[in-house]
């Protein structure tokens, strides 16, 4: 498998496009698209500056990790929606990590409720909790109940149908809006 269109929107809207080294809500040197050291070159300091073009390579080098790591663990392909959390929850606590987790324990137990459920946990320090919750909102909502019609691009295939059912509620509220909103911001 590997991060749909959406789920690289949603993850660099998650983490932000930052381009002047800043420390972290936990005090790690972060530059780019969420990139530290432990992800190699460059090193971010106090100081340093990169360009768009540069944070956009070194995070599309430093995804494919975690891509990887996701890819190679699940014990079953999984919806693209909930393989894009993973990749977004793995991105940000880190590959060890998560295979250690609660969140792949259980899905190789065939739970995957219980799998989406144990994202929640990740919920140190307080600021990470509505990243979880977005997390665990796209883990279990499939793309084409939480994106508007024009924006699912490659998530899921839209249906030509002239007798279209109206958008479900979570379309304008909830996990949907903010997807849109990040969508907004990234697209």
Do not use: K
């Not at 660099?12 to 969420?34: H, K, N, P, Q």
């Not at 739970?111 to 946990?121: F, K, N, Q, V, Y």
């Amino acid at each position: 498998m590997d991060l749909s269109a959406v789920g690289r929107a949603v993850l660099i809207a998650r983490e932000a496009r930052r381009l002047e080294a800043y420390r972290d809500s936990v005090g790690v040197w972060t530059i780019g698209v969420g990139h530290t050291a432990a992800a190699g070159p460059p090193v971010p300091r106090a100081g340093l500056r990169i360009g768009a073009e540069e944070a956009d390579a070194i995070f599309a080098r430093d995804v494919g990790a975690f891509i990887r790591t996701v890819a190679e663990a699940i014990p079953e392909p999984l919806p693209q929606h909930a393989f894009d959390a993973l990749v977004s929850l793995c991105f940000n606590i880190g590959p060890a990590a998560f295979r250690r987790s609660t969140v792949l324990r259980r899905l190789r137990a065939g739970d995957r409720a219980g799998a989406g459920e144990a994202i929640l946990m990740w919920n140190r320090p307080a600021a990470i909790i509505p990243r979880r919750q977005g997390e665990f909102d796209q883990f279990r909502t499939p793309y084409e109940t939480s994106l508007p019609r024009a924006r699912r691009g490659d998530a899921q295939p839209v249906s030509t149908s002239a007798a279209a059912p109206p958008s479900p509620p979570m379309a304008r509220s909830g996990w949907g809006a903010r997807l849109r909103d990040w969508l907004r911001a990234a697209l």
